[in-house]
Every structure is written in structure tokens, then in C-alpha cells.
């Protein structure tokens, strides 16, 4: 995949649906009585995981261009899957589901490709062993899981660390617990699990940092509408900042207040982000419209960090256009995503002409040095691989991203969407 420097950005886009609400449709969806319709459902390759284990669980899913329908079997109709369950690339998919497995009255073996193998699974282990789950991973702590049928009880746990894969791990457990089960974050997380799980009639309350869940007898189906992924939207919005004469509309962006830090972040940098035509279901959505801008430095840290997490490596890229220093702190969870986002992002900036420097738990750039094209590296990440495509079409000169089909995992067709709206892109 070859860039260079585009003219303007011009356009009015949708982009693919949000692969955390895509991920616990399904999930809910399977452990609902009665059929769940899909809208907007990502087809990305993490989704289509989640799928495949239900379907392994016997859940029917029927596919079509219009919507996922789950067949919902109830909180007690899974059934032993034949082998381990595989659940790719996708971080999500292997906590949640963890969770959902600890109580079944089967065993299961979950195991995930290359990158799933390291990523941390010691924080759903530690909380489910404390439920009663029989719960086992590799050297203790990473995939394979064994999981075998126990008895859960309600805990109240203090998480470690804000990640909402674990908090959902903990209260999809919940869903078969003995008494209710509490868990507190250290700041809070996007929310998603705890809305549908409202929506489908469960018994959720959320207080502050604390979410607490009283087990169901049952939850029903409801039709869900998934919006706009604003974790796909940033790629845009950053794109439609940078490069010069641009201006892009993305219509339809979920806008849950745990997911919009992005917006508030380059509004912050002096982006000129105009937010239209608010509505509200289950989940809020709005039309951003972006133009060039004249960005500046910033901090980003704290309690922000987990409203954006996924979006802090374009963030890096819009921080390298922009006058100034910008900070990054508390996001030693970058560490621990499809790859080491902040190892993988400063080596890519820094090939591009920029100065970034690691830090322990973030990184600093001194932005607006002149960048130039390269040929990037994608560390098989995603979102490393569509923030430096982003860098291109600002960048002077040609670059090149290796290995670009892995932004499949969460959105198919990027490259087509960017040169859609004037982005120069050809094989
Ligand atoms: C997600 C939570 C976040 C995020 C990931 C999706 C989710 O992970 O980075 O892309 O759907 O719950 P953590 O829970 O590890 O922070």
C-alpha cells in the first residue's frame, strides 16, 4: 500500500459500526431468549471471532448485508463446543467471553493467535478464581485458558486497572452469580456492557467508579442498533485536521461520553470540530464535521486516558503536526494492546522525521518538524497501521505501510474510504 501527500480531504462518510457494541450484541444477544436484530454490526475480523465461538456454542447467527440476527439460546442454552474456541486477534472476545465461560457446566479451551498469546489475562483470572471460577491460563497468566463448569458466587472487586474487558469479564460472571457482584474502577471505563445489559432488562446500577450487577432469572431480546465506531471515526477526523484544504463530515459517530475524550482532545490541540445533530437511543450519536486546523500541543493523562484509549497512537500522529510539546501519561496500558502502541508508534514517528521520546507510561512529542514518507512498519496492529496512514497523507513524499490488510481487523475497507474522499493510495 503506497501513499503520498494528499491535496484536500473532502467528503461526507460513514464509518463501520463500533466493534465494542458489535462484540456484546452478539454475546448478549446469544445469552437472550427470544431474537436479537443487528443494525450497523462490524464485520471486522475481531467481530467475526466473537461470532464463531457462539456459533461453535450452538447459537444460530444468520448474516446478510442488512443486519446480524443472534438467535438467542438463554443464559443456560450453550452447549459444549467440539475443540478449543478461537478467538483470533481479538482481546475483547477472549476476556468477555471468559467471563460467560467460567459459568457454564461444560469445560473450554480458549485460545488466540500470536498477539493474543501475550496480552495479560492474569486481570480476568485473579477476579473469576475469586467468584469460584476454575479458571487456568498459560504460566498462569496468558492464553491458553482452561476453563472448567463452577459454581459462582457475587463478589465486590477493586480493579486494578481501568480496562472495560475486564470490568465486563467480571459482570458477565455476574450474570450467574449467587448474590451481586460489584466491581470499581479507578476511573471510569466505556460503558457499554452495563447499557445493553439495562436494554435486555437486567438489574445494573452504576455509582460514581462502581457498577454493581444482581443476577437475572433471564434477559430478553431487543433489536440493537450499532453507531458509528469513533475509535474509526479518529482516523478522520485527524486526517481531515492535518491535511491541508480539507474538510469531511462523519455522520453517525457513537458519542458515549466514556468513548468522545478524542474530541474533547483536539478541540483542546485548536482543531476547528464542529459536533451536529445530537440524538440519543441506548447509545448517543452525532455527525462531526472537521476542517484543516492550525493544531497545538497538549497533556493528556489521567481520567482522559480511558476515554481514548484506542485512539492515543492517531492522536500522536495529529500531536507531531502540531506546534509544540505534547505529553501523554498514564497510558501504560498502550503497553499491552495488539502491540506495544507506544514502542511501535514512537519508532514510526520518529522514522517519519519526528521527535518523540518514550516515557514509562506515555510519550512525549515536540511537534512541527517537517515529516517526510518512509516505509512503515504495522507491528500486525491495526491502529498502527491506519494512524501512519494518516501520517502520509500529510507527509512529504511517498510512504509505504507493510502488511495493511491487518486494519481488517476492525475496518474493512479503510483504504478504499480514504482514498474516497482524496486521499492518493494505490497497490
Ligand atoms: C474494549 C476495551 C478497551 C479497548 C479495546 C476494546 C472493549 O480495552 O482498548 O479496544 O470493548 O471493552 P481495555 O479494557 O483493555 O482497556
Redesign the pocket.
Known amino acids: 500500500m503506497k501513499l503520498t501527500a494528499s491535496a484536500g480531504l473532502h467528503g461526507s462518510i460513514t464509518v463501520p459500526g463500533d466493534?465494542?457494541?458489535s462484540?456484546?450484541a452478539v454475546m448478549l444477544g446469544a445469552l437472550a431468549d427470544g431474537d436479537t436484530h443487528i443494525s450497523g454490526f462490524l464485520m471486522g475480523e475481531d467481530c467475526l471471532s466473537t461470532i464463531d465461538c457462539f456459533r461453535k456454542m450452538g447459537v444460530p447467527i444468520d448474516c446478510s448485508a442488512k443486519e446480524v440476527v443472534v438467535h438467542g439460546v438463554g443464559l443456560h442454552g450453550l452447549r459444549e463446543p467440539e475443540g478449543q474456541l478461537y478467538t483470533g486477534n481479538s482481546?475483547?472476545t477472549t476476556?468477555?467471553i471468559s467471563g460467560i465461560l467460567a459459568a457454564q457446566p461444560f469445560p473450554v479451551t480458549l485460545t488466540g493467535d500470536a498477539s493474543i498469546e501475550k496480552r495479560p489475562m492474569g486481570?480476568i483470572i485473579t477476579p473469576l478464581r475469586k467468584m469460584g471460577a476454575d479458571i487456568d491460563g498459560r504460566d498462569g497468566k496468558f492464553c491458553p485458558l482452561s476453563i472448567r463448569p463452577a459454581a459462582l458466587h457475587g463478589i465486590t472487586y477493586e480493579m486494578p486497572?481501568?480496562?472495560?474487558?475486564?470490568?465486563?469479564a467480571i459482570l458477565l460472571a455476574g450474570l450467574y452469580a449467587d448474590g451481586p457482584t460489584a466491581v470499581i474502577e479507578p476511573a471510569p471505563?466505556?460503558d457499554?456492557?452495563e447499557r445493553m445489559l439495562r436494554a435486555l432488562g437486567a438489574a445494573v446500577e452504576s455509582d460514581g467508579c462502581k457498577v454493581t450487577i444482581h443476577a437475572p432469572d433471564a434477559l430478553r431480546a431487543c433489536d440493537i442498533e450499532v453507531p458509528g465506531d469513533i475509535?474509526s471515526a479518529a482516523f478522520f477526523l485527524v486526517a481531515g485536521a492535518i491535511v491541508p484544504d480539507s474538510e469531511l463530515t462523519i455522520r453517525n459517530v457513537g458519542m458515549n461520553p466514556t468513548r468522545d475524550g478524542v474530541v474533547e482532545v483536539l478541540r483542546a490541540m485548536g482543531a476547528d470540530l464542529a459536533v451536529s445533530n445530537v440524538r440519543d437511543s441506548a447509545e448517543p450519536v452525532a455527525d462531526l464535521t472537521i476542517r484543516s486546523s492550525k493544531l497545538h500541543g497538549t497533556e493528556i493523562s489521567g481520567g482522559m486516558i480511558?476515554r481514548l484509549?484506542?485512539e492515543l497512537p492517531v492522536l500522536a500522529v495529529a500531536a507531531a503536526f502540531a506546534e509544540g510539546e505534547t505529553v501523554i501519561r498514564d497510558a501504560r496500558?498502550l503497553k499491552?494492546?495488539?502491540s506495544n502502541r507506544i514502542a511501535a508508534m514512537a519508532a514510526e514517528l520518529n522514522r517519519a522525521g519526528a521527535d518523540c521520546t518514550e516515557t514509562e507510561d506515555g510519550m512525549m512529542l515536540r511537534g512541527g518538524k517537517p515529516l517526510h514518507g518512509a516505509a512503515f512498519e504495522s507491528y500486525n496492529d491495526h491502529r498502527v497501521a491506519m494512524s501512519m496512514a494518516v501520517l502520509a497523507l500529510a507527509a512529504a513524499g511517498e510512504s509505504e505501510i507493510l502488511n495493511p490488510e491487518v486494519v481488517s481487523i476492525?475496518y474493512p475497507g479503510f483504504f478504499d474510504a480514504l482514498r474516497a474522499i482524496g486521499g492518493s493510495i494505490w497497490y
Do not use: N, Y
Open positions: 466493534k465494542s457494541i462484540h456484546r482481546g475483547t476476556r468477555l486481570r486497572v481501568a480496562s472495560a474487558q475486564l470490568k465486563s471505563s466505556r457499554h456492557t475509535s480511558p484509549i484506542d496500558e499491552v494492546k495488539e476492525s
